[in-house]
């Protein structure tokens, strides 16, 4: 079905209307009336304050009366949109008004190529240096070419040759052999010169610039994002800084060549330097829009424009966004004080109602051929020539230019005053006349971590337009390289009213972000009603967030994720004021803009005194969207993600990095990761060893004895039920291992790992300190009568089966696919990757039962939770040692605990274990080993774990 709504997204920009999307930025207005846009919400037509202006082009407002009636009259008279190659009236007459306007200004007479962009309004000026330059250094090449002629005529061969020319051409023709004469030497110098005829014209732009995004002008544009794979393409450009003219000289100096020519003198042929330079054009935007509303010092501009001239550079200024009136004047040129050798002109020309560009290039450079060789189909086509005409005229208008000045000292005014009242808040507000920028700055030090967070990654920006918006129906955008920056860049219509309701909405935004109700500033994004805009806001600002400033030389990282949506109040508190399906609604919404970022640094000090830095890695997720992926099959994104974790882990310093959570699933335990100069671990190792602790506490607290207990592990044939039932045959009486239906055979390999290893264990200890599953197998003769000097030759497989027979009932080691068996057990694992709960309170026995439930989804259907008797527990908690106050905003533990997995990191860093550690299948002995290296560093279970992590 064709639903309108969805085409942009489906066949225009489908990531970029994704992104705004998330934002609720994808707005479909349907109408634009002077200073405002509409659309409709729930049935009624909302008209939104439109203070970006069509990025500038605006300034006349949204389909201004006058225009449209210009261009109605235009088509009523059925002028003809194209008639190339003709007399064209209406684009002669727009030239004629432009050059007259700006030759009153700045005294000079242009000529106007126009266009149909911004963009390619650039690429003719950019032509046309070229162009200029071509023909300048092809006329000198030919004056010395003639020159060389001429005296070859006059010259014969009996002249001496002078060291200098010598040298010129060893340089430029090593395989050359001189001969003394004259025409032989002149061939070559004029060889020489062809070349250097060949070489690259350059052109000088500013950095932060932004000139467009074809293929001649994105090479002016500064930022990288638009141009990675093209940077090698396109004219040759160097971006100097605009605070001070060294950098631009240093770049024209860079930059020059020379042509030769030949003299002779006393009958001596002597070398001729003619240089010159290469920079064919030096391109200004004076304010930099796109780049944060810059406004470039005008000292820098009248320094640059003299050095430019002083070395044969042409000056451009791109006024695109500037011109027409937007900076108070019709040209920001006027303010300058300086008259450009060429001019870019777009945006407003065309009124908002026509795509135009025009490009102002002095008659006195404009060329034999220039307006023959450059051309385009739809430049100069009545239309918009008919309505930039009436532009001109209305952009002339005094009371205009003055509205605009006055307006924009109102709104600098306005929040000068604002920023006092709310301090910390707005960095600054800059700019001239209705091309202003407003950049907030949230500190490093906000008690907010989301705010610190939207800070980071570049996302502030976005969520303020939003909020501006929703609440309050005035549209506004950041700058798109500078995106803490607000463009303001409305009609020059804008009254003053308008200009105190848009510094009403700064106000309380103001103050939102000053209290740190991120509630308040984000509740648009899951539709929430705008609140009254005299509705109290509640504080939620905290004492500001230390960054850890402490040196530390180890250092590692964990990447840790929010385990349900409402974890997210513990990171935020204003957060409380949203449900759980707002908050998993708002996460849904974030997830896939966010980067991976450092959301807090702690140091950990071990009792040893060694310490370690752990930098908690952001992954703004949750488990449900995480499982979604893989149910999916959809993992690359989060993968990528993940490697981006590492990489900024290792540009940190840190040497080891934990997996929390459900990032060690999705990258099966970390194999399918390829970095490898970080290692990792998945803390499984630390994890199993705080389970099986946490067991051994809360089993004598229900009175269960081990020596005679059943232990019983559901989903066997899995790596940690394995570590798990190696570990507990050392106590219990008798093990149960439980496979999948039909799949015994996969869990036979474990009894008989079990078996083996407690027979090992009868050899190497006195009798009397056999326990568990060994002593237990002890009555089987075959067991019993075995030496140590046999052990060797054994066939384990065989003494295994023997001591079937020989014990019957009473073989301590069961493999079975009935999950009935249970029944028994009073201590249970569980384990299984099934997608449902297998284990109801009527399976269990009558007896105490601790069950550790490690599988995922859970194994234990939840009423057997509150069975009496009954202790579920899903591993253990570690308490940190020397950290009361340990605590990560999102992970919802008791102070001075952490999850095992996090406790592994730290205790391989305090270590300084260099190599991956917990990867792929893990062992009892790692198990062993990480415990021995918790009890060094006083790491010790805190809690059984009844909550699941992830
Ligand atoms: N020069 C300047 C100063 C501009 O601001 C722009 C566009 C261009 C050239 C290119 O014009 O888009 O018509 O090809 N600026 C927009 C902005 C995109 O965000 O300010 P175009």
């Known amino acids: 079905m064709n639903n309108i709504s969805h085409n942009y997204g489906k066949y225009c920009k489908p990531n970029l209307v994704n992104q705004l999307q998330s934002l609720s930025l994808d707005i479909p207005y349907h109408r634009g009336e002077g200073n405002y846009l509409f659309y409709n919400r729930k049935g009624k037509e909302i008209k939104v304050l439109d203070f970006l202006g069509g990025f500038g082009t605006l300034i006349f407002g949204h389909n201004n009366e006058q225009l449209l009636n210009a261009l109605k009259k235009g088509l009523d008279e059925r002028i003809p949109f194209a008639s190339q190659g003709s007399n064209r009236r209406e684009a002669g007459d727009l030239a004629y008004e432009l050059n007259r306007m700006i030759k009153e200004k700045l005294n000079e007479d242009y000529l106007i190529i126009l266009s149909n962009s911004g963009t390619e309004a650039i690429e003719v000026c950019i032509k046309h240096c070229f162009y200029t330059q071509y023909h300048k250094h092809k006329k000198k090449k030919e004056q010395i070419e003639a020159s060389l002629k001429k005296m070859s005529n006059k010259w014969g061969d009996n002249l001496e040759i002078d060291?200098?020319?010598?040298?010129?051409?060893?340089?430029?023709f090593p395989e050359e052999s001189i001969h003394s004469g004259f025409t032989s030497i002149a061939t070559l110098i004029k060889n020489l010169n062809d070349n250097i005829f060949e070489r690259r014209p350059?052109?000088?732009?500013?950095?932060?610039?932004?000139?467009?995004?074809?293929?001649?002008?994105?090479?002016?544009?500064?930022?990288?994002?638009?141009?990675?794979?093209?940077?090698?393409?396109?004219?040759?450009?160097i971006h100097v800084c605009a605070s001070n003219t060294d950098e631009l000289q240093a770049a024209i100096k860079n930059n020059t060549a020379c042509f030769f020519s030949l003299s002779v003198e006393n009958k001596c042929l002597k070398l001729i330097e003619h240089p010159f330079t290469l920079v064919a054009g030096f391109v200004a935007e004076p304010i930099q829009g796109e780049g944060g509303m810059k406004v470039i010092d005008k000292d820098f501009l009248v320094k640059a424009a003299e050095i430019c001239r002083a070395s044969d550079v042409p000056v451009v200024f791109d006024e695109i966004q500037t011109g027409m009136g937007r900076t108070g004047t019709f040209l920001f040129a006027e303010q300058v004080g300086i008259t450009p050798d060429y001019i870019a002109l777009s945006k407003g020309l065309g009124g908002g109602l026509t795509k135009i560009g025009a490009t102002l290039i002095p008659r006195r450079i404009f060329g034999e051929d220039f307006d023959k060789i450059h051309s385009s189909t739809f430049a100069e086509d009545s239309f918009s020539a008919i309505v930039a005409k009436k532009s001109l005229e209305l952009a002339e208008d005094k009371t205009f230019l003055i509205n605009i000045l006055q307006r924009s000292c109102q709104i600098k005014k306005g929040i000068i005053e604002i920023s006092a009242v709310f301090p910390g808040i707005i960095e600054e507000i800059r700019g001239v006349g209705f091309m202003l920028g407003l950049e907030f700055k949230i500190p490093e030090f906000s008690g907010s971590n989301c705010l610190r967070l939207l800070a980071d990654q570049d996302m502030l920006g976005y969520v303020i337009s939003g909020y501006l918006l929703h609440e309050f129906d005035i549209r506004t955008l950041p700058c798109l390289s500078n995106k803490s920056v607000i463009r303001i860049e409305?009609?020059?219509?804008?009254?003053?009213?308008?200009?105190?309701?848009?510094?009403?909405?700064?106000?309380?935004?103001?103050?939102?972000?000053?209290?740190?109700?991120?509630?308040?500033?984000?509740?648009?994004?899951?539709?929430?009603?705008?609140?009254?805009?005299?509705?109290?806001?509640?504080?939620?600002?905290?004492?500001?967030?230390?960054?850890?400033?402490?040196?530390?030389?180890?250092?590692v990282a964990f990447i840790g994720h929010f385990i349900k949506a409402s974890d997210m109040i513990d990171w935020e508190d204003s957060f409380e004021r949203f449900t759980e399906s707002e908050l998993e609604q708002i996460i849904e919404t974030i997830y896939p803009l966010i980067s991976p970022f450092v959301s807090d640094r702690k140091i950990v000090t071990s009792v040893t005194g060694e310490k370690v830095q752990l930098d908690m890695m952001g992954f703004i997720i949750t488990s449900t969207i995480i499982a979604r992926h893989m149910r999916e099959n959809n993992l690359q994104p989060l993968l990528k993600k993940i490697n981006d974790c590492l990489q900024l882990a290792e540009s940190n310093g840190c040497t080891m990095v934990g997996f929390g959570g459900f990032t060690s699933i999705i990258t099966g335990n970390c194999k399918n990761i390829s970095m490898d100069t970080i290692s990792y671990t998945t803390g499984n190792a630390f994890t199993a060893a705080m389970g099986l602790k946490a067991i051994l506490t809360e089993a004598p607290k229900l009175n269960i004895k081990l020596e005679n207990a059943t232990f019983t592990a559901v989903g066997a044939a899995g790596n940690i039920a394995s570590v798990y039932s190696e570990f507990m045959a050392q106590y219990v009486k008798k093990i149960i291992l439980i496979g999948a239906k039909g799949r015994v055979e996969n869990i036979i390999s474990l009894a008989l790992k079990i078996f083996t290893s407690c027979i090992h264990n009868i050899q190497a200890v006195p009798e009397n300190e056999i326990t568990g599953i060994a002593r237990a197998l002890m009555m089987a003769p075959s067991v019993k009568k075995l030496k140590t000097v046999e052990l060797a030759q054994t066939n384990y497989q065989d003494l295994y089966k023997y001591a079937i027979n020989e014990l019957g009932e009473d073989f301590p080691i069961v493999t079975t696919d009935e999950i009935s068996m249970i029944k028994e057990a009073n201590l249970i694992l569980c384990s299984t990757n099934t997608p449902n709960a297998i284990i109801f309170p009527q399976m269990l026995g009558k007896h105490a039962i601790v069950i550790c439930d490690i599988a995922l989804p859970f194994d234990v259907e939840h009423s057997v939770r509150s069975m009496v008797n009954v202790k579920v527990i899903e591993g253990g908690i570690v308490r940190i040692p020397n950290a009361d106050d340990f605590k990560i905003p999102g992970i919802l533990l008791p102070k001075g605990t952490a999850y095992a997995c996090m406790s592994e990191t730290l205790l391989l860093g305090l270590e300084g274990v260099r190599n991956n550690y917990s990867y792929g299948n893990i062992s009892l002995d790692q198990v062993k080993e990480i415990y021995q290296i918790s009890k060094t560093h006083g790491f010790e279970l805190g809690q059984a774990k009844l909550e699941r992590s992830f």
């Open 490 to 555: 409305p009609s020059g219509y804008t009254t003053e009213d308008e200009c105190n309701y848009f510094l009403k909405a700064i106000t309380r935004l103001c103050e939102i972000l000053y209290k740190e109700n991120i509630y308040e500033l984000c509740k648009f994004m899951v539709g929430r009603h705008r609140s009254e805009t005299s509705a109290p806001i509640k504080n939620y600002r905290k004492p500001s967030f230390r960054k850890q400033t402490e040196q530390c030389e180890k250092k």
């Open 202 to 237: 350059v052109l000088i732009g500013l950095k932060n610039a932004f000139h467009g995004k074809t293929m001649g002008s994105i090479q002016l544009t500064y930022n990288m994002e638009y141009k990675r794979e093209l940077c090698h393409s396109g004219p040759k450009t």
């Open 163 to 172: 060291a200098s020319v010598i040298k010129v051409i060893k340089n430029n």
